[in-house]
């Protein structure tokens, strides 16, 4: 019975694959439509603990400023990948100096920490680098891709809902593995494809892609060179990725050599 449980769980392996925008294969035992709609449950839980603790940013400039800047990102975004349309973009502003931060869940759930700005300065081209990046996450399926790792560490999960093709259970192991997804980082190879997805966006809204640069520079200089473990615990360094994102710049420029901003997609500040 226990062989035949790991057969159905590598069959499970080898079936359930996608292809990223880059053209990465990723796995995939959580859909990525599963992931929004768990993701969703596990994003309001949290914003939910935010608001308890009255951590939840209200200052209106700060909301028009990210709200404007995510907007304009996303309508590249849905230009690019239509089935975003219809997501419902939101933003919490977290207000935590010492932090950071930012992450996206799938479905375009997004959590930015005041210690962004704070800390580095950010210009709006360098906010937008990493919004582009935190939307290229949700673009790439990132969040279920994590889901799939966490949910494949339960080898029980996987091969049982296999084997019985028992979505009530699969269903389960999908709302475990959006909270454990929260905490789980994204591998190095999909922050890589983050940036260099997110790049395109921030150029395509208008915004310089020499920010890309500016801003890792800005990080590796953080706290006297130490990296700042909540953003680039699994990161490139942030020397390789100032290297690898200038090698993209000038062709990126040339997706929008005007710099002509894009119009303002609605994104939810969540207050």
């Known amino acids: 019975m226990k062989k035949a449980l790991f057969s ?124 582009g990046h935190e939307v290229a996450h949700a673009l790439a399926n990132h969040t279920a891709e994590r889901m799939s790792r966490a949910l494949a560490t339960n080898l029980g999960i996987v091969a049982v809902s296999a084997a019985s093709d028992n979505s009530a259970l699969a269903l389960g192991g999908a709302a475990l593995a959006a909270q454990v997804a929260l905490e789980l980082p994204n591998s190095r190879t999909a922050e890589s494809e983050a940036d260099q997805i997110g790049l395109e966006l921030a150029t395509r809204a208008g915004y310089d892609p020499d920010a890309a640069v500016s801003l890792w520079q800005k990080m590796g200089a953080l706290g006297g060179g130490k990296r700042p473990a909540e953003f680039l615990s699994t990161h490139p360094s942030p020397s390789n990725r100032q290297a690898a994102l200038a090698s993209m710049t000038s062709k990126m420029r040339k997706l929008n050599p005007t710099g002509k901003r894009s119009a303002v997609h609605p994104v939810t500040i969540v207050r």
């Open 8 to 131: 159905i769980l590598a069959l499970s392996l080898l079936t359930a694959c996608a292809t990223s925008p880059t053209g990465r294969t990723q796995l995939m035992l959580i859909s990525p439509e599963s992931a929004i709609v768990e993701s969703k449950k596990a994003y309001l839980s949290t914003v939910s603990d935010f608001d308890k603790k009255d951590l939840l940013v209200n200052d209106p400039v700060l909301a028009q400023r990210v709200a404007t800047i995510t907007g304009r990102l996303v309508t590249e975004a849905v230009a690019l990948y239509p089935r975003a349309a219809n997501w419902e973009w939101s933003v919490a502003i977290v207000n935590n100096d010492e932090t950071v931060n930012a992450w996206c869940m799938a479905g375009g759930r997004m959590a930015v920490y005041t210690g962004l700005f704070k800390q580095l300065n950010l210009t709006d081209d360098e906010f937008a680098q990493i919004m």
